[in-house]
Structure formats: C-alpha cells, structure tokens
C-alpha cells in the first residue's frame, strides 16, 4: 500500500509515494534519480548500495525506506559541496581508486563515515572499516592508498 514519504536527501526535503517497505535503494534510483547509488547484491553483503543515514554507513538495498524517514541521508551525490569535491572523493582520484567505479559510491560514504571518527587510521584500521566493501576489480591497494591520503588531507597535510 502507498503511502506520502517525506525524506530529507542531501540537504533537500522530497516527498514520494510508496510501500514504506520498499528498500531506500529503490526509492533513491528509481523515485529520486539518484542513481549514484548503485545495486549490488541486494541482499546487504557487497555494500555498493551504502549510503549515510544521519552520518552512519547503511545498506540501502537491505533498509527500509521506512526507516530513514526523520533522518538525513546522504548519497555520492550530495557529497561534494558548490562543485568541489570531498577530500575523500579527491583522493580515490589521486590514488587511482577505481576501475570499473561500481564500488566507489559506497566506498567513499563508508570512508567519509569512518574518517570522522579516526583522523589518523593505521592500514589495518582503515582495511577493517572497508572489509565489507566489495570491489570486483580488486583495486584494494589503491582504495587503501585513498583512503589514507583522504585522512592526511583532512588533517590539512599537504601530501
């Protein structure tokens, strides 16, 4: 049964109509024309889906839209700000980071997330924060490399 759904995706209230359990996922690509986002497995595993849910990683395919209602959402799109991009976004530039790009999306909003709790991650701990992360061209040195560029940058070292 549809029902009016107000979210507010990146900085931005939208009001669509649907089933409160379709996954956010859908609701993002098809309803919104965010298709940053991108579907994986669907099942919550691979985590091309992640977007941020009032600052946290969630897998969209796998949540309820239901469940983000009253929350900030933030997609790819959303993260860079009056057309510069984020410190994370320019680092998987740098470091060459991505190959197909499938992954990236989710990648760099679980590293966002990560990187504001931990401004200078060791390897191991930035590995751990992105062990969910599948990448299917297994660009994991460079991802890796991003990452730990992105935390230099936010700490306003020159690289």
């Known amino acids: 049964m549809k029902k009016a759904i107000t979210l507010r995706v990146n900085g931005k209230t939208c009001e669509v109509s649907t089933d409160p359990g379709r996954p956010l996922l859908e609701v993002l690509r098809e309803d919104l024309d965010l298709t940053g986002t991108k579907y994986g497995c669907g099942e919550g595993h691979c985590r091309a889906c992640t977007v941020l849910v009032d600052g946290n990683p969630v ?12 929350r900030e959402i933030l997609t790819i799109e959303g993260l860079a700000q009056d057309g510069v991009l984020h410190p994370v976004q320019e680092a998987f530039i740098e470091k060459q980071a991505m190959q197909c790009g499938y992954c990236v999306p989710g990648m760099i909003l679980t590293a966002v997330a990560f990187l504001k709790t931990r401004s200078m991650p060791t390897l191991n701990e930035v590995s751990d924060c992105l062990s969910g992360n599948l990448c299917r061209c297994c660009n994991y040195p460079n991802i890796l490399a991003a990452v730990e560029l992105a935390a230099a940058k936010l700490r306003g070292e020159k690289p």
Do not use: E, I, L
Not at 59 to 70: I, K, L, Q, R
């Open 59 to 70: 897998t969209s395919c796998f949540t309820p839209v239901s469940h983000a209602v009253g």
